[in-house]
């Protein structure tokens, strides 16, 4: 391995990495092996079914991602449709791939709508401030659930558990990821650090009772509480780590450097998996001053956090061009490589 991986130094001007970089081969020690297939994943967003075609030809792509909107899942209080994502699984599973959801709740612009169910935006119980529900304070960014509300907690409780019955026992069903912990900090609104903190491990655990027999992931980035300890939290309670972005940081001691050190440190406790998003394909590296490549994100991920899976958004002609031969020419993540070398 260690020659195999001697790439990566001079792609991204990192510091050499450990010849054991792919761990000890073994299953993290809180993950169930029927619901573990590791490795290279796509991340479609909200795309129509039909675009996952082109995985057919991809033996090296394990499964996709796509993010479902909490409105569109919930459209009237305790009614739930999941006819999308029953579709998009069957679609997916004829072609042998494996499937893993997302439930949109923030809006991140503020000329977007919000996300939540529409029952929500007007009723003052759920938490809102004005005819958005659980809007920013006024002229700032985005829509976020209020999530530190007891009513809130009961909504999201109620469809994790809904959405458990119905996939958690289907074979193609791999996994189920919580959204980003950054959260604006506003104590004249009512947000404080411990009750936005309580809330995320809240909506962790209802997703975990939910989904059982399944991968349980919470994105990690920025948050106003100390996130090393929040990752200890997740890790004891069999809850993986995953990332909305990769993004090299401009200096070692970042607070994006410190929750990528996450992955590295419970790696052989939990899954863990970053994604590929829109704008990491543009930013620059800057160890060279140029537009970043797809094998340059590929080669800090590995560097920085070894991560079990890799969710790669399928933006264009990023994804064709750069992402897919990248990943043939290396193989399996170093991660999976270790372990299957560890199974034979």
């Not at 709740?105 to 169910?117: M, R, V, Y």
């Not at 001053?289 to 094998?295: F, H, K, L, P």
């Not at 340059?296 to 560097?303: G, H, K, S, T």
């Amino acid at each position: 391995m260690r020659g195999e991986l001697n790439w990566m130094i001079l792609a991204v001007g990192v510091l050499p990495i450990l010849a054991d970089a792919g761990g000890n081969g073994r299953l993290p020690a809180k993950v169930k092996v029927e619901s573990f297939h590791p490795g290279h994943w796509v991340f479609v967003g909200n795309d129509k079914r039909e675009k996952f075609d082109f995985l057919k030809e991809c033996p090296e792509i394990v499964g996709a991602k796509k993010v479902y909107e909490w409105r569109a899942l919930e459209p009237a209080e305790g009614r739930y449709d999941f006819s999308e994502i029953e579709g998009d699984l069957k679609y997916l599973e004829a072609m042998g791939k494996r499937f893993w959801i997302r439930v949109g709740h923030t809006a991140w612009s503020k000329n977007g709508k919000a996300k939540t169910p529409e029952y929500m935006w007007t009723d003052p119980k759920y938490g809102g401030h004005s005819k958005w529900y659980g809007n920013y304070p006024r002229g700032e960014r985005g829509w976020y659930p209020v999530f530190w509300n007891p009513h809130v907690k009961a909504r999201w409780a109620a469809l994790c558990e809904a959405l458990g019955k119905r996939f958690n026992k289907e074979p193609y069903f791999e996994g189920f990821s919580l959204g980003e912990t950054a959260v604006k900090r506003a104590d004249e609104y009512g947000w404080t650090r411990e009750g936005i903190e309580e809330a995320f491990k809240f909506n962790a655990l209802a997703a975990k009772k939910a989904f059982p027999d399944k991968i349980v992931m919470q994105h990690i980035n920025f948050a106003s509480y100390d996130l090393a300890v929040f990752s200890a939290w997740l890790a004891e309670n069999g809850i993986g780590i995953g990332g909305p972005d990769v993004g090299i940081p401009k200096q070692e001691g970042s607070l994006i450097s410190k929750a990528y050190a996450q992955y590295a440190r419970f790696h052989d406790v939990v899954a863990t998996g970053p994604d590929v998003q829109w704008g990491n394909y543009t930013g620059k590296n800057p160890r060279t001053g140029e537009q970043v490549t797809s094998e340059e994100l590929l080669a800090f991920a590995i560097e920085s956090m070894n991560p079990w899976y890799m969710f790669w958004l399928t933006r264009e002609p990023y994804f064709t061009r750069d992402v897919l031969p990248a990943i043939r020419k290396h193989g399996p993540l170093p991660a999976v490589r270790a372990r299957q070398a560890n199974e034979e």
